[in-house]
């Protein structure tokens, strides 16, 4: 084996965000037979990396955005962004949904709308590095994925509303 890759939530953090002490000591051993430790995740870089002790968080290779993005020792190795049209094409569809929290993803920051600042507690839960913004159309970012949050029941109908919208 030379590479083992994990998911985050739910598989290697515990419920409360943590992970067990036993993996530093298991840690060290895979790297002793040359067994490259990979998160992967739908999260921010800076959401996972704050996760792990200073002494491995540089060490390991974080794909994160749903692998739109490659981090390496802090540096970014690989970034697929949406083409611009097409992220103009579902910003315009996502954002006509004022209820719903929309998070646009970028390169340098996740955005979202500054009329939910009030999320900001539990916006810090999930994501590490966000800027408030005024409107998404100012957004001078790389886009690398967008979610949303829905902070009531309908959820499963913004979905279908949101399908139908978008071109086969």
Known sequence: MKLLATDMDGTFLRDDKSYSEEFNDLYKQMLKQGIQFVIASGNQYEALACKFDEEIKNDLYYLCENGTKIVYQGKTLYKKALKKEDAKE???????????????????????????????????????????????????????????????????????????????
């Open 90 to 168: 579902i910003l315009d569809i996502l954002k006509q949904d004022q209820e719903c929290m929309l998070v646009v993803s970028g390169d340098k920051h996740a955005y979202i709308s500054k009329s939910f600042e009030d999320k900001k507690d539990f916006i810090s839960l999930f994501m590490k590095n966000v800027q408030f913004v005024e409107s998404y159309d100012d957004i001078e970012d790389d886009i690398l994925k967008f979610s949303i949050a829905s902070f009531d029941d309908q959820m499963e109908q913004r979905i279908e509303k949101i399908q139908k919208q978008l071109k086969p």
